[in-house]
T-cell receptor, first 109, second 112 residues
Framework: LAKTTQPISMDSYEGQEVNITCSHNNIATNDYITWYQQFPSQGPRFIIQGYKTKVTNEVASLFIPADRKSSTLSLPRVSLSDTAVYYC??????????FGPGTRLSVLP | DAGVIQSPRHEVTEMGQEVTLRCKPISGHDYLFWYRQTMMRGLELLIYFNNNVPIDDSGMPEDRFSAKMPNASFSTLKIQPSEPRDSAVYFCASALALHEQFFGPGTRLTVL
């Protein structure tokens, strides 16, 4: 399984764009990159998934460079309700469910 | 759909007692996962099923833990006997063809 490295925590202010980068140097050809969000006292929730280049949905964008050794989750104009832990997972569709410690994002007023 | 349903939401028991956690996955999903989350160890995959068959149980901590999926709409995670170190939040998740996982609300287990 490809090991991932993310910042342990990040702070931001309301209205700002937040970018969380995940490193996965040994990503394999068949691996996808998936991000989940977890609020306190809730289970993780799928945010976005990608394989290469850029993926955008109504919640976030995922940027993946050509070498795929890292990826960046971009949250536009965060609000207080975006305060959560964000997990980056890397694996093929048979293995993309190993969660690391994640990034604890705190959005300040 | 009501999403993944777990019961009970909270369980408090004494060391040595048997604990059974229950999960109803989203209808039509063919994968079911059991996770455990603690502050110290984070979110750990315990076991997952595909079409009711256990595929990987390497995350099950020891023989005290067992999981079953008798049909496509029900799974149980049993701990017997329970120990204080089993205290955690246990999540069940389901997925269709290993795309995004949908998590249940979790069961908070406290073993005294």
């Amino acid at each position: 399984l490809a090991k991932t490295t993310q910042p342990i925590s990040m702070d931001s202010y309301e209205g700002q764009e937040v970018n969380i980068t995940c490193s996965h140097n040994n990503i394999a050809t068949n691996d996808y990159i998936t991000w989940y969000q977890q609020f306190p006292s809730q289970g993780p929730r799928f945010i976005i998934q990608g394989y290469k280049t850029k993926v955008t949905n109504e919640v976030a964008s995922l940027f993946i460079p050509a070498d795929r050794k890292s990826s960046t989750l971009s949250l536009p104009r965060v609000s207080l309700s975006d305060t959560a832990v964000y997990y980056c997972l890397v694996g093929d569709h048979g293995q993309n469910f190993v969660f690391g410690p994640g990034t604890r994002l705190s959005v300040l007023p | 759909d009501a999403g993944v349903i777990q019961s009970p939401r909270h369980e408090v028991t004494e060391m040595g007692q048997e604990v059974t956690l229950r999960c109803k996955p989203i209808s039509g999903h063919d994968y079911l996962f059991w996770y455990r989350q603690t502050m110290m160890r984070g979110l750990e995959l315990l076991i997952y099923f595909n079409n009711n068959v256990p595929i990987d149980d390497s995350g099950m901590p020891e023989d005290r833990f067992s999981a079953k999926m008798p049909n496509a709409s029900f799974s149980t995670l049993k701990i017997q006997p329970s120990e204080p170190r089993d205290s955690a939040v246990y999540f069940c998740a389901s997925a269709l063809a290993l795309h995004e996982q949908f998590f249940g609300p979790g069961t908070r287990l406290t073993v005294l």
